[in-house]
């Protein structure tokens, strides 16, 4: 899988957040090549917000409702976006490393060229999603809801998926052989064509309602 990288200037003018998706939400802008550091967005809700090559560091999102959201060219790094909830947008060229997203919620979004590293992204909440080159790579993703989504390229490399619940989606093709996956809920066919080891038999012979003895 090519995961394309996000594309952001080298230079990026440091902006106070909550102040700067005030004024978009205000005018409808969209708030492009800014850098926002050691700062917070609280109890925002609103539609229409568009972010274009910008970075956040250590940023906090909290009780954040947004309607058509857009990421594009953006980084988030040791960011906290637990309790966010964004629907109807997109996140295209977006990296996430060492982030937070414990209980968050995407509804109806597409994820396209997005990379998640070393996040928690435990009862993460992704609903009716799109995923395209989408890659997690040693997330801690316990409980998380994959709930009608639909993926091209999707990577899971040695993530912890214990208890995640995975509804009328399909991970063909994918390679789970890395990945804790105890106690999933699912059905086998969400598993027909992905790529397992002998360590997860047990698991999915319980789906089938197969309990293996040695």
Do not use: W
């Not at 899988?1 to 440091?14: A, E, T």
């Not at 700067?20 to 969209?30: C, H, I, T």
């Not at 066919?189 to 319980?206: E, I, K, M, P, Y």
Request: proline residues 1%; hydrophobic residues 35%; aromatic residues 8%.
């Amino acid at each position: 899988m090519s995961v394309k990288p996000p594309v952001i200037r080298n230079d990026p003018l440091q902006e106070d957040i909550t102040r700067a998706v005030e004024y978009a939400l205000r005018d409808g802008d969209g708030i492009s090549a800014r850098a926002f550091k050691d700062d917070s967005l609280s109890f925002m809700s609103g539609a229409q917000l568009d972010f274009s090559g910008c970075t956040f560091q250590s940023v906090r999102f909290k009780s954040c409702d947004i309607d058509r959201v857009y990421f594009t060219d953006c980084r988030f790094e040791r960011c906290d976006l637990s309790g966010f909830r964004f629907r109807d947008g997109m996140l295209c060229r977006v990296a996430f490393d060492n982030c937070r997203s414990t209980g968050a919620s995407l509804d109806d979004m597409i994820l396209r060229d997005v990379t998640f590293g070393h996040c928690q992204l435990d009862y993460l909440n992704l609903a009716n999603c799109r995923l395209q080159e989408v890659g997690f790579y040693e997330c801690s993703m316990s409980h998380i809801l994959l709930h009608t989504c639909q993926q091209k390229r999707l990577s899971l490399s040695d993530c912890n998926l214990t208890g995640a619940e995975i509804l009328q989606t399909s991970l063909q093709g994918v390679d789970l052989s890395s990945c804790i996956l105890d106690g999933v809920r699912a059905s086998i066919d969400s598993f027909r064509g992905a790529v397992v080891s002998l360590n997860h038999a047990q698991t999915l012979l319980n789906l089938c309602g197969i309990k293996l003895h040695f």
